[in-house]
């Protein structure tokens, strides 16, 4: 993932999005949520599927940013079961897979290929705001 200070500055003003963020690598989610936060979202990581759930259970989330190997339950399963509990959900897949897997899911789900860079998360980050 490349990220200039720059690029962040310009979108400071983003559509303030509560996002849960999910990947079991902390270094990789720690980023993920401080780039979130750059780009005027508030953002809450977790490491699992599972511990998502918790997560949504408790908590209105206007994304689930998801990593889609993970342990135990994998992406694709949370995904399915987070649409079919909250359809206005919106999803991004964090993978090397790309675009098939949104197309999988359904309306409402977004694919971004690993690496990926700051503009295409603003991009997909935009499309999301303008749906809500």
Not at 54 to 67: G, I, P, S
Not at 75 to 98: H, M
């Amino acid at each position: 993932m490349t990220t200039s200070v720059s690029s962040m500055a310009d979108h400071a003003d983003a559509s303030g999005l509560h996002i849960l963020v999910v990947e079991d690598n902390l270094d990789s989610q720690q980023l993920v949520c401080e780039l979130l936060a750059a780009l005027g979202h508030r953002a809450e990581g977790v490491g699992s599927a599972e511990e998502a759930l918790v997560e949504l259970e408790q908590q209105a989330f206007d994304v689930l940013f998801t990593d889609v190997s993970l342990p135990g339950m994998s992406g694709i399963e949370l995904a399915k079961r987070t649409s079919e509990k909250t359809p206005s959900l919106k999803i991004i897949f964090a993978s090397g897979y790309g675009a098939q897997i949104s197309k999988n899911i359904g309306p409402g789900t977004f694919s971004l290929p690993k690496p990926y860079d700051i503009d295409q998360l603003q991009d997909i980050l935009d499309n999301i705001g303008k749906q809500l």
